[in-house]
């Protein structure tokens, strides 16, 4: 069980584009998911806090109107990265927590990553 | 400082061997601890997860947590070629916002 979905596992984009990345929970609800992303050799950093039905919350220096959150239903949250540029290149993660009552452990399951290269 | 220091190695250890990770934290608020395996361009697994002070044992992996001294190990036993991945410590506090290491990059060699 705890299985996390992301769509796409990677993207090539032209520079101003805008790219959607889906975060799915297989088989659990999620009211919380979070998103990360992770340049090369580096750990994650985490950027914002997707609540169901309410605003994400960010994190300091990471902007909000660039990287759009959804999290529209208790399975899926959604990142958009808007006016994509070369310096978002980068691998985000997403991951959903599974409260309990839903078996097993508290804590948050990744999804696979997505590779975004924008040119 | 960062709030989670962890060594990024490489380490590099015989098949067989036990391989021993850690990490060290500066805010006592955190209370659940994690241990999470990547291999290359993959998400995060989840591998143990303790909550405040003690041991955890699952098959041939066991994890400490020491919070008087604010310091976290994960022991590997008998490791194998399989178990060559980066190993993440990871710790929140009550709001489950995740705190991460460097990571350890973790070579079994055959």
């Known amino acids: 069980g705890a299985v996390v979905s992301q769509h796409p596992s990677w993207v090539i984009c032209k520079s101003g584009t805008s790219v959607k990345i889906e975060c799915r929970s297989l088989?659990?609800?999620?009211?919380?998911m979070f998103w990360y992303r992770q340049f090369p050799k580096q750990s994650l950093m985490l950027m914002a806090t997707?609540?169901?039905?309410?605003?994400?919350?960010?994190e300091q220096g990471v902007e909000k109107d660039k990287f759009l959150i959804n999290h529209a239903s208790l399975t899926l949250s959604t990142l958009t990265v808007t006016s994509a540029h070369p310096e978002d290149s980068s691998f985000y993660i997403c991951s959903a927590r599974r409260e309990k009552g839903q078996g097993g452990t508290d804590t948050q399951y990744f999804g696979p990553g997505t590779r975004l290269t924008v040119l | 400082q960062k709030e989670v220091e962890q060594d990024p190695g490489p380490l590099s250890v015989p098949e067989g061997a036990i391989v021993s990770l850690n990490c060290t934290y500066s805010n006592s608020a955190f209370q659940y601890f994690m241990w999470y395996r990547q291999y290359s361009r993959k998400g995060p697994e989840l591998l143990m997860y303790?909550?405040?002070?003690g041991n955890k044992e699952d098959g041939r992996f066991t994890a400490q947590v020491d919070k008087s001294s604010k310091y976290i190990s994960l022991f590997i036993r008998d490791s194998q070629p399989s178990d060559s991945a980066t190993y993440l410590c990871?710790?929140?506090?009550?709001?489950?916002?995740?705190?991460f290491g460097a990571g350890t990059t973790v070579t079994v060699r055959a």
């Open positions: 997707s609540n169901e039905g309410s605003k994400a919350t960010y």
């Open positions: 088989d659990f609800q999620a009211t919380t």
């Open positions: 990871a710790m929140s506090a009550n709001d489950y916002k995740l705190s």
């Open positions: 303790t909550y405040s002070s």
